[in-house]
């Protein structure tokens, strides 16, 4: 089950399709679909209150709801070259879904959560993991973002991740027309006559086991970064 993804704000009622007027009040209802994933039903509050309002929390699938005010999105002003920022990484991160970046994506959360610009909506337990549900307070976008448990012994690491990342960007991704990936042989080779058995190769880093960690983060650890 991937919980790591993001939702954006709808920007008509998903139940009579009329378009948002900016400032116009709306209903944010969030559950699990068929295929046990969280969807987002954004609803006027007429629609709310004539098909949805009346026992939402025994509805099937039901996890949470709120309400909020629709915002007419400003007019994209043209792209400047500029270092990453922290929801614009986070976000790229969360299109990337590569696990590795996983406490990274949860520090940035943490960090947007501290500049006000996140607000966590929700914290749900799947498959003995805690999900937080952010929303973005401008755009109305939901994020949600697992919590990877760092403890205290991983934070200095991560934390440097993050900066480099914010300094850098992410690394691109792998190509299979990149010159610098080598291409398979067209022909295996004749084996030997007589071949000399391999050496057994050493195990792998993920292999090694890693001393016991100590007590995971606490909230307040994480509000002191």
Not at 134 to 149: A, L, M, S
Request: with cysteine; hydrophobic share 35%; charged share 25%.
């Amino acid at each position: 089950m991937n919980e790591w993804n993001i939702q954006s704000r709808a920007h008509q009622c998903s139940a009579c399709t009329k378009p948002f007027a900016d400032r116009q009040a709306y209903h944010t209802l969030l559950s699990n679909d068929q295929a046990e994933q969280l969807s987002r039903m954004d609803v006027c509050d007429a629609c709310w209150q004539s098909q949805f309002g009346n026992g939402v929390r025994e509805r099937t699938g039901y996890v949470s709801h709120w309400q909020g005010v629709f915002e007419v999105p400003p007019a994209q002003p043209p792209e400047a070259i500029q270092k990453e920022n922290a929801e614009t990484l986070l976000r790229k991160l969360i299109e990337r879904n590569e696990p590795r970046y996983e406490p990274a994506a949860y520090i940035l959360a943490v960090m947007l959560e501290r500049k006000r610009l996140l607000r966590v909506k929700e914290q749900i337990q799947r498959e003995g993991r805690r999900i937080f549900v952010y929303e973005q307070q401008k755009t109305g976008d939901i994020f949600t973002i697992p919590d990877p448990n760092l403890h205290l012994n991983q934070l200095e690491t991560v934390q440097q991740d993050v900066a480099e990342l914010l300094e850098h960007g992410l690394p691109p991704l792998a190509s299979a027309n990149d010159p610098t990936v080598p291409s398979a042989p067209a022909s295996e080779p004749p084996p030997a006559e007589n071949p000399v058995p391999a050496a057994n190769p050493p195990a792998p880093a993920s292999a090694v086991t890693a001393p016991a960690a100590p007590d995971e983060v606490t909230a307040a650890e994480v509000e002191a970064l």
